[in-house]
């Protein structure tokens, strides 16, 4: 067979099993025979395309030894080869499964071709090539085994990671673009609101209070925000990697899902240590203290009153509060005292426009996992979350090793992006008018500790 056959062979393949596929039981399963014929066409597309790949990097290197230049697809030039038969009833059909193919049908596909590589190093797939010069990747492909998600992937991979994320799709975010490694960003450097210190020492007159109106100076600082890759670790069995549809169904729910946890973990706490810089780590978080005679673990309706005390006003209808989830139940008994009765300070939800979330002040009470433990400082906090930049390189770089899990027979599968963040408010703020020099604002508040 030549490669146009074993090409118009894997089309005919690939349809059955969508086919297939797409016929299911009523509980949504496959019949023993659908299930048995699935595993069949997994085996022969498998054998198939490891001898399409042999057969692409011999055209290839037959190509280059005979000074053909750059690198090419054997696959494309089969159908425009001039001995082939110009009148085969099949090869539209072929080329428009071809024109589909130099692409990939989903990214179980595209992994059971990397995946093949780690086995075999000859056994390349002629797309894989596409996938190494995608646009607006930006990472070096290592020599061995590494290879950049195709651009729908990638983008369809951290869309579900932001819709996921409950914090760092709500950042204010910047995309960087290829051949860059960083993010400059110029910023005024503003710490107080006091007199002739606004706007970073802006300074402005009405014409009879000085006999000159001297010049105004700002203080600009530069801000500098460098890539940092996150890794994302997953592992797939030999029978996993059979069958594409599944595998892809394994890497877009789990692997977005983590995505998404350690990228809220790490603009809630990060340490600033090749991650990001956490709002809980920020030099501008404000932290307030508790009262006298405090139990422990307890939250008051005075720690509520003094968190949004000192949240600058033009922030508070942008931000929200997140707690630990084992504060709900403090929440709902919360009431202000007043005369021998008392009012809710918590607000539960109720109807759809409050739905899903509580409120305090106004504001919904969103409960994350990545708030500290009960009476542990951040169990509660105040934030707005566009007051934190985030960075990213679209697209994500894939490695694969057959080694790591070698005795229980699984392929791991890396996949990494390059990302970071930290706040956009470099310290707390004094307000114009304050009478006490301690009181500072900030969009990230939290409650001390209750040990």
């Known amino acids: 067979m030549d490669l146009r056959d074993l090409l118009r062979e894997r089309a005919e393949l690939s349809a059955e099993q969508t086919a297939l596929l797409a016929d299911t039981q009523e509980d949504g399963s496959l019949s023993e025979e659908a299930q048995a014929r699935d595993d069949q066409i997994n085996d022969r597309i498998e054998t198939l395309n490891d001898t399409i790949g042999r057969m692409e990097q011999a055209r290839e290197n037959e190509r280059l030894a005979a000074g053909g230049g750059q690198q090419g697809n054997a696959t494309t030039e089969a159908l425009n080869d001039e001995d082939e038969d110009d009148e085969d009833p099949d090869a539209s059909r072929i080329a428009e499964f071809l024109a589909r193919d130099q692409g990939w049908n989903h990214i179980g596909e595209m992994l059971q071709a990397v995946a093949a590589v780690a086995k075999d190093s000859s056994n390349r797939d002629g797309r894989l090539v596409a996938s190494d010069a995608a646009a607006g990747m930006g990472a070096t492909v290592p020599a061995d085994g590494g290879f950049l998600i195709q651009t729908q992937f990638s983008d369809d991979l951290l869309q579900r990671s932001r819709e996921e994320s409950v914090l760092w799709t709500a950042a204010a975010n910047i995309p960087i673009g290829e051949g860059f490694d960083r993010l400059e960003e110029p910023y005024i450097d503003e710490t107080s609101r ?212 070698f005795l229980t027979r699984e392929q791991t599968f890396q996949f990494v992006a390059m990302v970071n963040g930290q706040p956009k408010w470099r310290k707390a703020l004094t307000p114009a008018n304050a009478t006490d020099s301690n009181f500072k604002l900030s969009p990230y508040v939290t409650l001390a500790a209750r040990p």
């Open 194 to 405: 006091v007199e002739g210190s606004r706007g970073g020492g802006v300074q402005v007159y009405w014409a009879d209070e000085a006999e000159q109106v001297p010049d105004s100076r700002v203080r600009i600082a530069e801000n500098e925000l460098k890539l940092e890759e996150i890794v994302g670790v997953s592992y797939a069995t030999r029978r996993a990697l059979r069958n594409a549809v599944a595998l892809q169904a394994l890497m877009l729910e789990e692997f977005p899902a983590e995505f998404a946890f350690k990228l809220d973990d790490a603009m809630y706490r990060g340490n600033g240590a090749g991650k990001p810089l956490g709002m809980l780590n920020s030099p501008a978080l404000v932290e307030v203290p508790i009262e006298d005679g405090q139990e422990p673990g307890s939250i008051y309706s005075q720690n509520i009153s003094k968190i949004w005390a000192r949240v600058p006003a033009r922030l508070r209808l942008v931000g929200n509060w997140y707690i630990n989830q084992e504060l709900e139940p403090d929440l709902d008994e919360m009431a202000l005292d007043i005369g021998t009765g008392g009012v809710p300070v918590y607000l539960p939800p109720g109807g759809f426009s409050d739905a899903p979330f509580g409120r305090l002040k106004g504001r919904p009470v969103i409960p994350i996992e990545q708030a500290s433990g009960r009476g542990v400082k951040g169990d509660i906090m105040f934030a707005v979350p566009k007051q934190y930049r985030t960075i990213d390189q679209g697209g994500i770089e894939t490695l694969t090793s057959m080694h790591v899990r």
